[in-house]
């Protein structure tokens, strides 16, 4: 028989997933999965969990939580050196990286929807020694993500990070950095930077024309404003970025490398949690290095 490692956070969104273990249980049950299941007990134990279920050779990791559970089952399943499936029912207040990956809305609907056998291989993010998935960023929205309170999250959802950004745009600082890629540099001030793979950022920040398995990343950099025109003018861009926009305050491209150097530390933002203070971050785009169960549809390998 198959067996299945679920693996979910109670703390995750508004606890959704508590009054739905059994609906999704029955469902992994009946699509013939021996079902092993566990709450996450602390941060980072997803993903040892996720690395002892590849080594003990389950067919499949399914999780449940939001952006950070997966990102710490992707950690587990790429420590493994194993590729094994992983399933995402998203239960978060934004759940940015399954809006890319068309997951259906509802747990139960997502749960049946990883189950159907189709497969898809997508690209992972290593940011210095740390991975992710959707996003790496530093600056100006960077510690909304992750200093916006979770019970705040859970009742406001979006607009949670919304508020908490509007309250610190009067403490917006730049920072003097030497962006280099695929031959290229950029040297300005820059109040953010964002490396994405997704749909959407924190839920709010709209990306169009990207693909989760081209080995490329969309790189995004908004220099420091001149004055409240500027910054009106860097929000209203941020909403419904376009690819290869250049103006005069923000650089859009796309490469599967990408070197942050600056003076000073810069505090980094990995899938929406902290991902510490640097002086030289090295972003590599590991194209298709993790595999999702998806639908129906697939993407082989050579497509």
């Not at 490692?5 to 508590?18: M, P, V």
């Not at 049950?29 to 690395?51: F, H, I, L, N, P």
């Amino acid at each position: 028989m198959k067996r299945i490692y679920f693996i979910y956070n109670l703390k995750s969104g508004k606890g959704t997933i508590r009054s739905k273990l059994g609906d999704v249980i029955d469902l992994c049950t009946k699509a013939g999965y021996e079902v092993t299941a566990r709450s996450t007990q602390s941060r980072m134990d997803a993903c040892t969990v996720a690395e002892y279920a590849c080594l003990q050779n389950y067919d499949m990791i399914a999780c449940s939580g939001g952006d950070g559970t997966l990102n710490e089952v992707v950690h587990g399943v790429m420590n493994s050196g194993m590729s094994v499936p992983i399933g995402y029912i998203p239960s978060g207040s934004t759940n940015d990286f399954s809006r890319g990956l068309g997951i259906p809305r509802g747990i139960v609907n997502a749960a049946g929807w990883m189950l159907q056998g189709g497969r898809y291989v997508c690209d992972v993010g290593q940011f210095n020694d740390k991975y992710f998935m959707y996003v790496a960023a530093f600056g100006a929205l960077v510690s909304v993500t992750y200093e916006t309170p979770q019970q705040t999250k859970n009742v406001l959802g979006h607009a949670a990070y919304i508020l908490n950004g509007i309250t610190r745009l009067n403490t917006i600082r730049s920072y003097h950095m030497r962006v280099e890629y695929d031959g290229k540099c950029i040297e300005d001030d820059f109040i953010f930077g964002m490396v994405t793979n997704s749909a959407s950022v924190a839920g709010m920040i709209s990306l169009e024309n990207f693909l989760l398995d081209d080995g490329v990343y969309e790189v995004t950099l908004v220099k420091t404003p001149r004055n409240p025109l500027d910054l009106h003018k860097i929000v209203n861009s941020l909403l419904n970025i376009k690819e290869d926009l250049d103006t005069r305050q923000i650089k859009c491209f796309r490469a599967s490398r990408i070197r942050f150097t600056s003076a000073e530390p810069v505090p980094w933002t990995v899938d929406g949690e902290c991902g510490g203070d640097v002086t030289q971050a090295e972003v590599i785009n590991l194209k298709r290095a993790v595999t999702f169960a998806v639908g129906q549809q697939s993407n082989p390998e050579g497509t």
